[in-house]
């Protein structure tokens, strides 16, 4: 597991950092470990309460909601790829298992909201922006897997998806 601070702006992946940033700038901010549980619970939070909005979206919309989070590995952001790298060095056997669980998604907004806070206190504004985009593409990638597979997205996933990216600080 992770030790209780977490630097960011470098990868705790051991994968190189960026070209052209130094490894950890002197503005990069430790988080606590209660503060990198929820950055790194929110990801599969959000594909877990997208996924069961809608009865008929199934096992399909979770793989879908699943390679959105592993499609973090790519991002060019320390910050997203440390979470996912979290993710999946989780020890519970489960690579996108998160720490409890949430109700709906009034919680998972809520929840949203503090990580955008966390982020905008604590993080490089560009990890900052990349990981709230990779969480509202988690859920956007979730929202397409529905019934239409890949067709426009249906009115209530639209407005989810809107709030969602309101409580990121997107919108």
């Known amino acids: 597991m992770l030790a209780p601070e977490v630097p960011m702006s ?4 051991a994968e190189p950092p960026v070209p052209g940033r130094h490894a950890v700038p002197p503005t990069a901010a430790p988080y606590s470990a209660a503060e990198w549980d929820l950055l790194s619970s929110l990801p599969s ?16 919309a979770g ?15 320390d910050l997203v790829r440390a979470v996912v790298a979290t993710i999946y060095a989780r020890d519970d056997g489960s ?10 998604d009034a919680e998972l907004l809520a929840v949203a909201r503090a990580a955008a806070r966390l982020l ?29 597979r890949g067709g426009p997205v249906a009115r209530s996933d639209r407005r989810f998806l809107d709030r969602l990216g309101d409580a990121l600080g997107l919108g």
């Open 10 to 13: 470098h990868s705790v992946a």
């Open 63 to 77: 793989l879908a909601g699943l390679d959105a989070v592993a499609a973090g590995r790519s991002f060019d952001s």
């Open 120 to 148: 905008e206190r604590r993080a490089d504004p560009a990890d900052s922006a990349a990981y709230r985009q990779w969480v509202q593409s988690v859920a956007a990638r979730v929202c397409r897997a529905g019934p239409s």
């Open 95 to 104: 690579a996108s298992a998160p720490r409890g669980r949430l109700a709906d």
């Open 45 to 60: 939070w959000t594909v877990a309460v997208t996924a069961t909005q809608a009865p008929v979206r199934g096992v399909v």
